[in-house]
């Protein structure tokens, strides 16, 4: 589909961001201008000189947030625009120099003595500013010179064109061939593969299965050069700011303890018996004498039709939803009326589904919406990341207004928890019942035990370029083979195709990302039921949550909503609830 064939109605509104490409050009060129922060170096002793560098800088910060903002937006509505690709290109040139001019910063004020450091936090001027100022004075051990700042700051448009060269080969040069799809002939996309996986038919999923990791095999050489750069900056960078790993830099930088992520990934590892029942379940229900990964995605439910429109499915996410309440739910509406949102798959559109913050607007949400029920909980998850954006930038001041990427998951998480259960609540036949509970289960396999795979790897293959043993395709493939076999078990044919999985994986070129999207659906799970157990007492609970920001640090803010992470119970809480559910399918499916 053509991008002017769409509804205006179903395109999200640039323009509150900049009314025209020109506005943008000016607003460029003034930030331009303005980053120029030499006057403050060697000053920051002085609390007046300081408190005005803080607050310039947060004003320039935030026109670089717009520019990029609306630089990355219309870059990915149509990747094939060289303007678009090139506006988005000097937003990074620009952020390049304000890192660059900046650099100062954190060597200086490391540098400083910790009683005047400890002074500015009770100074009620700084209250912007305390908990920033409190990570500083946690990473003195971790401070490098000017200098040594400088260069990483310039470093840091090189290393970022790792993750821009995956980005082109997905989007752009990846060569999917085309599939015979309802009748016809069209291209294999990443969103119509996606359906396809979810149907019913099984020649058809096979085809599109080999058809997809074909594409991906054939620039396997080109991927895996890419994602060993993407591995060996990260090592670079842990080693320059004298870190332990790359594992301890990327856990320190959110505030979050490396042992979060060890204790996961040993809370997971010593419950896969649930996993490996699921499975094996699948083959039995669906007659399978060989099962394949093609096959894990596909319904085991026949006989539920459920395509509703973009409209229809907005509806249901404000209905499931509801225990949030009034002021939640009219906000979801603000966000339809005012179009935050880009709805529509059309050509050289980035794929996937995501949301972006824009301060001082309002967040951005892209779909490439098919009519399906996982496009309905993709709604559910992307409005929760926007709402968790919206409640913190209007509590928070600009400082604090952006939360820790640990947290990201939650909001957008319980979302999805919400509407699950209302829509089984509301269930009127058997068969929707067995579908959902279906549709749960693969949800918490996807989101907790496929994450905590994709983490369980992305550790390793650090671990080995730490050790500094060699990275290959051959040997990378060969880790994600037998990590994966010890997550799905015997019940599922470890094939070729799905040993390379990791190549097609865009959330490795951040890395010990994914990992998070483990903790937040068991911190999902621990707020949702909660709030459906409590009500409103949660619901306030979880409120403070999402106003949190990044005032403190990210597992105290969940501590807010009921959920502590540095104990055994929350993980306890998601494990039973895949076993309860699994229980429960099993006994409506008389197996």
């Known amino acids: ?80 625009i060289s303007e678009s690709n090139a506006r988005y290109s000097r937003v990074y040139t620009l952020y390049t120099k304000y890192a660059t001019e900046t650099a100062f910063f954190e060597p200086e004020m490391s540098a400083l003595d910790d009683s005047y450091l400890k002074s500015l936090i009770e100074d009620g001027d700084f209250s912007d500013y305390d908990y920033q100022i409190k990570r500083i004075m946690a990473g003195k051990p971790h401070a490098v010179s000017e200098a040594e700042e400088r260069l990483m700051g310039m470093a840091f448009e090189v290393f970022n064109t790792f993750s821009e060269t995956f980005e082109m080969i997905d989007n752009l040069d990846l060569p999917l061939p085309e599939i015979e799809y309802e009748g016809k002939k069209v291209k294999l996309t990443h969103g119509l593969y996606g359906m396809i996986l979810h149907s019913d038919d099984r020649a058809l999923r096979e085809e599109a299965y080999n058809k997809y990791y074909g594409a991906y095999k054939s620039l396997l050489n080109t991927i895996t050069s890419t994602y060993i750069g993407n591995v060996k900056s990260d090592v670079l960078g842990s080693r320059v700011y004298k870190f332990g790993s790359c594992l301890e830099r990327a856990l320190f930088g959110e505030d979050v303890d490396a042992a979060v992520y060890k204790n996961l990934i040993k809370a997971v590892d010593g419950n896969l018996g649930s996993m490996h029942r699921y499975i094996a379940d699948r083959k039995k229900i669906k ?89 309905v909980f993709t709604i559910a998850h992307e409005m929760g990341h926007s709402l968790h954006t919206y409640f913190s930038q209007h509590a928070q001041p ?100 799905i040993s390379c999985e990791w190549a097609r994986i865009p959330h490795f070129y951040n890395s010990f990302y994914v990992y998070k ?45 009921g959920v502590d992470l540095t104990q055994e119970k929350a993980f306890k809480v998601a494990m039973n609830e895949f076993d309860e559910t699994l229980k429960q399918f099993e006994k409506l499916m008389g197996i």
């Open 287 to 375: 007659g399978y004498d060989r099962q394949y990964f093609y096959d894990i995605y596909a319904p085991m439910v026949e006989g539920v039709d459920f395509k509703p429109s973009f409209d229809e499915a907005y509806e249901i996410v404000k209905k499931g939803l509801a225990p949030l309440g009034k002021d939640y739910i009219s906000l979801l509406e603000k966000g339809r009326k005012e179009r935050w949102i880009d709805v529509e798959e059309t050509d050289y559109k980035r794929n996937g589904a995501f949301s972006a913050s824009c301060y001082g607007v309002h967040p951005y949400v892209l779909l490439n919406y098919q009519p399906s029920i996982s496009e």
């Open 517 to 561: 999207y483990a903790t937040g659906i068991i911190s999902a799970i621990n707020i949702a039921d909660r709030i459906l157990a409590e009500g409103e007492p949660a619901v306030k609970d979880y409120f403070n949550f999402l106003k949190g920001g990044s005032s403190t640090d990210p597992v105290s803010l969940l501590k807010l909503a």
């Open 1 to 80: 589909m053509k991008r002017s064939e769409v509804e205006e109605s179903h395109k999200w509104r640039l323009e509150d961001i900049f009314a025209t490409p020109e506005d943008w050009e000016k607003e460029y060129a003034k930030t331009t201008e303005r980053i120029d922060f030499s006057k403050y170096a060697g000053k920051l002793g002085d609390r007046n000189t300081l408190l005005k560098f803080l607050k310039e800088n947060d004003e320039v910060d935030k026109s670089l947030d717009k520019l990029l903002s609306y630089a990355h937006l219309k870059n990915d509505e149509d990747r094939s």
């Open 398 to 497: 600009y400082a604090k207004s952006q939360y820790k990427i640990f947290v990201a998951e939650v909001a957008s998480t319980v979302n999805e928890v919400l509407l699950l259960k209302y829509l089984y609540s509301h269930a009127d036949d058997l068969s929707l019942k067995k579908y959902l509970l279906n549709y749960y289960l693969d949800t918490i396999r996807a989101t907790l035990h496929r994450q905590t795979m994709f983490a369980e790897f992305e550790s390793e293959v650090h671990a080995m370029a730490e050790r500094n043993e060699p990275l290959t395709k051959d040997n990378m493939c060969a880790l994600y083979a037998e990590i994966g076999k010890k997550y799905y078990g015997d019940g599922i044919e470890h094939d070729e195709n």
